[in-house]
Each structure stands twice: as C-alpha cells, then as structure tokens.
C-alpha cells in the first residue's frame, strides 16, 4: 500500500495571509494522481485541486497552488489570500495505478480573523 | 444529479447488531469505494469495486462484507457490530477512463456508534 504523509496536524494563518501545507508520499509508481480534498465541518469532502504526476507544470485553482516535486516525492498546497471560509481539515490522497486512493492523515487549518 | 448519496447519516448500534450502510451514484462511475474515518487517522479504504459484480478488499475489511449487483449501488454490511467500528464511514466513486479527471467524488458521510 501506498503512504502519504502529512506533518502538520495543525496550521494557522491569518486573514488575507499565505499558508503552505505540507504532504509527501512513498511509491515506486511512476504513473499516479494526487489530489488535495477540504473537509470543513459539515463533513463533505470537497476536492480542492489534483495533479497528474506526468505533467511537470504545478496546477493552480484560483488561491489554491501547488508545489509538485516528484523526485521528492513532495506535494505541498499554496493557499493564498486566505479566507475564513478557507478554515477547514485539508487532506492530501494518492490515487494508484491500481485506482485506489490513499490518504494522509489531514491538517486542520484555522484562519484568525 | 445527486452525486453520491449516503444514507443513513447517523446510526446508534448495539454490540452485536448488524447494519447496511446504504450508497448509490448516478453518474455511471465504474469504480466505488468505501472508507472509515476515525480522528487522527485520516480516511482508511475498507472495501472497493471496479464495476459491477467485482469487489476487493481494502486496508481494513474485516467485520464488513460488500456487493455490488448494479453500476449504481455498492452497500456495505456490518456484521456482529463491534465498538470498534465506532466510525464515519464515506462511499466515494469516481470514473477512471480515458479522458477523465479521476478524482473521488464522496457522500456526505454515515456517522456510526457501536455501544
């Protein structure tokens, strides 16, 4: 099974500030998805942004941005801009060559007014 | 569309009963899954499908049994509940073809408690 690794438990970011939130993982696959999903209190999984690990160029969604570095096997989410509605458990997922899709284990994001 | 629907949304359990979370999609996603998320741990895969008919099991599978007899339905049975199977549980799906984006599109959750 693929590992994906998130080290921060907790973040915090003010209004209209930049926060950076971390993710690695572990494969030895070279062809694979990975994806950040917002969780906020109402339960809902909502995807935020994915990357295909075959492009090089880092995808972007508006505030959202991430930093791909595949031979690091690191991919870390850029939110710019911060907004309140931005407070929210953040995951980061995996999706195989076999398509499942693995998780880390989240960052709960808190944004001070 | 409705997108992945879950139901129920909350459930109370005694040790020993058993239960059928219930999932359906309508859009014709071939692949199906479930996971349980307990805090701290992220979402764990217990059960997935690659299309009707075919199941497999995931990270965690035991004490839980599924089928999927149509594209649009995969319910997930618990057996002889246990406390700890104490848990959200999501139904996610998603279409993995040519041209797609393949994300996992997820219900809006079953919160379950065993006592």
């Known amino acids: 099974a693929q590992t994906v690794t998130q080290s921060q438990p907790e973040m915090s970011v003010q209004e209209a500030e930049t926060v950076t939130l971390s993710c690695t993982y572990d494969?030895?696959?070279?062809?694979?998805?990975l994806f950040w999903y917002k969780q906020p209190p109402s339960r809902q999984m909502i995807l935020v942004i994915r990357?295909?690990?075959?492009?090089?160029q880092n995808a972007t969604e508006n505030r959202f941005s991430v930093n791909f570095q595949k031979a690091a096997k690191s991919f870390s989410l850029k939110i710019s801009d911060s907004q309140l509605g931005d407070a929210a458990m953040y995951f980061c997922?995996?999706?195989?060559?076999?398509?499942?899709?693995?998780f880390g284990t989240g960052t709960s994001l808190t944004v001070i007014p | 569309n409705a997108g992945v629907t879950q139901t129920p949304k909350f459930r109370i359990l005694k040790i020993g009963q058993s239960m059928t979370l219930q999932c359906a999609q309508d859009?014709?996603?071939?692949?199906m899954y479930w996971y349980r998320q307990d805090p701290g741990m992220g979402l764990k895969l217990i059960y997935y499908?690659?299309?009707?008919?075919?199941?497999d099991k995931g990270e965690v599978p035991n004490g839980y049994n599924v089928s999927r007899s149509t594209t649009e339905d995969f319910p997930l049975r618990l057996e002889l509940a246990a406390p700890s199977q104490t848990s959200v549980y999501f139904c996610?799906?998603?279409?993995?073809?040519?041209?797609?984006?393949?994300?996992?599109?997820f219900g809006q959750g079953t919160r379950l408690t065993v006592v």
């Open positions: 997922a995996y999706r195989s060559t076999g398509n499942q899709f693995y």
């Open positions: 494969t030895s696959e070279s062809d694979y998805y």
């Open positions: 499908s690659v299309g009707a008919g075919i199941t």
């Open positions: 859009m014709n996603h071939n692949y």
């Open positions: 990357q295909e690990a075959y492009k090089q």
């Open positions: 996610a799906s998603s279409y993995i073809g040519q041209g797609k984006k393949a994300e996992a599109f």
